[in-house]
């Protein structure tokens, strides 16, 4: 019996790591319903000034911006019966670190995808998780035994810590 899942692709956008995901999901027919944050960047910077008006300081600006950001991060978490959080080589996601550790105060569980490089800096996060990895097949691999009790034999650095 399949169990159908709705998942939160939270963390970096600037990679196709989500289209990996959901190309993956379509692949294997896998019950899951995908959502995740507004991924166009200059959308997600300037919803706040864009619908209440603009600022002149840019505290106020991304403070908007944030609140609108934070209202649709918040719902869809809460609906989500698993969050995928990628950390990218980019940039710093601070954001990605808030939707763990939301997920994690909700009792969402959630799986942690990020380069080798990273584990130190993401130890807590990292210990939080009911799965850490690298790639996005492996989160396929995780979704396909998780909804259908399949067993794939994804790439090796899949490390279950709990």
């Keep these: 019996m399949d169990v159908e899942l709705t998942v939160y692709l939270a963390g970096e956008i600037h990679s196709d790591w989500r289209d990996q995901i959901a190309d993956g999901v379509d692949e294997f027919d896998l019950p899951v319903d995908l959502t995740g944050p507004v991924t166009d960047h200059d959308a ?3 919803c706040g000034i864009a619908i209440l008006g603009t ?5 106020w600006k991304d403070h908007k911006g944030a609140k ?3 209202m649709r991060t918040r719902t869809l978490i809460g609906e989500a019966d698993l969050v995928v959080v990628r950390f990218g080589d980019k940039y710093k996601q601070w954001n990605a670190a808030f939707d763990a550790g939301y997920a994690a105060a909700l009792g969402t569980p959630y799986i942690v995808m990020h380069p080798k490089e990273h584990t130190h800096a993401l130890k807590e ?3 939080e998780a009911m799965a850490v990895c690298e790639t996005p097949e492996q989160v396929v691999a995780i979704l396909r035994y998780i909804t259908r009790g399949e067993l794939t034999r994804p790439s090796p650095n ?3 810590v709990r």
């Design 158 to 160: 899949l490390s279950i």
């Design 44 to 46: 997600s910077d300037d």
């Design 55 to 59: 600022e002149e300081n840019p505290f």
């Design 125 to 127: 996060v990292d210990a």
């Design 68 to 70: 609108l950001n934070a």
